[in-house]
């Protein structure tokens, strides 16, 4: 009987151990496996909203598709205020505006042409947001975009909120309001995204931006870039990371938001300012513009 039980009790050991290394081995372990419990509900709501579930899965059982909450953190505690946007009126700023204006002649003067936005506008913007495409932003949109967008859950919430440095931490209440009203904007950019890499047939890594999900010379918003970016080299593809196409974007999004030759100078900040809601942002944009004339 006891020779018996401890067999028995041998071959339980054996048993549990073989489940363990089953579950440790398993492609859901380990990182993917949490990855797939915090996004298991933006997936179904996804789901819930008509995308296939090959699209779905494919996306977000890729490796480097994850909950990034040290990353949505920035987003809570930018100011604009903290920005310095004298940086780019300076000598060494206007001077390498000008040479990207002689250095990509051919396509601002065409963009200028077809929707007729001022050249120095165009490449005021592209100044002011990567450095005339020199600093893209290094997060990948995908995550920051769905960290946002899971933000419903509470959980998820005061994970952002902790990882907060304490420093840092803005008021809790306002904090709560600010997730509430981002999550929601943050999952209709995130169905825009998934939507613009299905049409341009881009692998989810290879798209970087900047902390909000911005992405591309232009930093545009994915719902821009579905809708409003432009095809400038004439390859049959919309690619932001280069300067033919973020060009032609930047002056089609000006025009649909109303922008003319000759346009008085408050009508022109008036468009300006649906570009990036900021005062600061567009004052300095129309005075690159005049350095840019001289």
Same mark, same amino acid.
């Given at each position: 009987?006891?020779?018996?039980?401890?067999?028995?009790?041998?071959?339980?050991?054996?048993?549990?151990?073989?489940?363990?290394?089953?579950?440790?081995?398993?492609?859901? *372990?380990?990182?993917?496996?949490?990855?797939?419990?915090?996004?298991?509900?933006?997936?179904?709501?996804?789901?819930?909203?008509?995308?296939?579930?090959?699209?779905?899965?494919?996306?977000?059982?890729?490796?480097?598709?994850?909950?990034?909450?040290?990353?949505?953190?920035?987003?809570?505690?930018?100011?604009?205020?903290?920005?310095?946007?004298?940086?780019?009126?300076?000598?060494? *700023?206007?001077?390498?505006?000008?040479?990207?204006?002689?250095?990509?002649?051919?396509?601002?003067?065409?963009?200028?042409?077809?929707?007729?936005?001022?050249?120095?506008?165009?490449?005021?913007?592209?100044?002011?947001?990567?450095?005339?495409?020199?600093?893209?932003?290094?997060?990948?949109?995908?995550?920051?975009?769905?960290?946002?967008?899971?933000?419903?859950?509470?959980?998820?919430?005061?994970?952002?909120?902790?990882? +907060?440095?304490?420093?840092?931490?803005?008021?809790?209440?306002?904090?709560?309001?600010?997730?509430?009203?981002?999550?929601?904007?943050?999952?209709?950019?995130?169905?825009?995204?998934?939507?613009?890499?299905? /049409?341009?047939?881009? *692998?989810?890594?290879?798209?970087?931006?900047?902390?909000?999900?911005?992405?591309?010379?232009?930093?545009?918003?994915?719902?821009?870039?579905?809708?409003?970016?432009?095809?400038?080299?004439?390859?049959?593809?919309?690619?932001?990371?280069?300067?033919?196409?973020?060009?032609? *974007?930047?002056?089609?999004?000006?025009?649909?938001?109303?922008?003319?030759?000759? +346009?008085?100078?408050?009508? /022109?900040?008036?468009?300006?300012?649906?570009?990036?809601?900021?005062?600061?942002?567009?004052?300095?944009?129309?005075?690159?513009?005049?350095?840019?004339?001289?």
């Amino acid at each position: 009987m006891g020779m018996k039980l401890l067999l028995s009790s041998g071959r339980l050991k054996i048993f549990l151990i073989c489940i363990i290394f089953l579950i440790l081995s398993s492609p859901l *372990s380990g990182q993917e496996a949490i990855k797939g419990n915090e996004f298991d509900k933006l997936i179904q709501r996804l789901l819930n909203d008509g995308f296939e579930k090959e699209t779905i899965e494919t996306l977000f059982f890729n490796k480097k598709v994850f909950f990034n909450p040290e990353g949505v953190s920035s987003f809570f505690i930018h100011t604009e205020s903290s920005l310095n946007y004298d940086q780019f009126t300076s000598d060494k *700023s206007i001077a390498d505006a000008l040479k990207y204006i002689e250095t990509y002649k051919s396509e601002l003067e065409q963009a200028q042409k077809i929707y007729g936005v001022d050249k120095t506008i165009i490449t005021a913007i592209l100044l002011v947001e990567t450095r005339l495409g020199t600093y893209l932003g290094n997060r990948i949109v995908i995550n920051t975009l769905s960290t946002m967008a899971a933000l419903t859950d509470e959980v998820l919430r005061e994970r952002i909120w902790d990882s +907060i440095p304490d420093k840092k931490k803005p008021d809790k209440e306002a904090f709560i309001k600010k997730v509430e009203m981002r999550s929601k904007w943050g999952y209709e950019e995130l169905k825009a995204l998934i939507k613009y890499m299905k /049409q341009e047939g881009l *692998s989810p890594e290879t798209l970087k931006g900047s902390y909000a999900g911005a992405m591309g010379i232009a930093q545009f918003m994915p719902s821009n870039a579905l809708t409003l970016a432009k095809d400038g080299n004439n390859d049959g593809k919309i690619d932001l990371f280069t300067h033919a196409d973020a060009i032609f *974007s930047v002056a089609n999004y000006l025009a649909h938001y109303g922008w003319k030759p000759g +346009i008085a100078r408050q009508r /022109q900040h008036e468009v300006l300012f649906s570009y990036n809601h900021s005062n600061y942002y567009v004052d300095t944009l129309l005075k690159i513009s005049d350095k840019l004339k001289g």
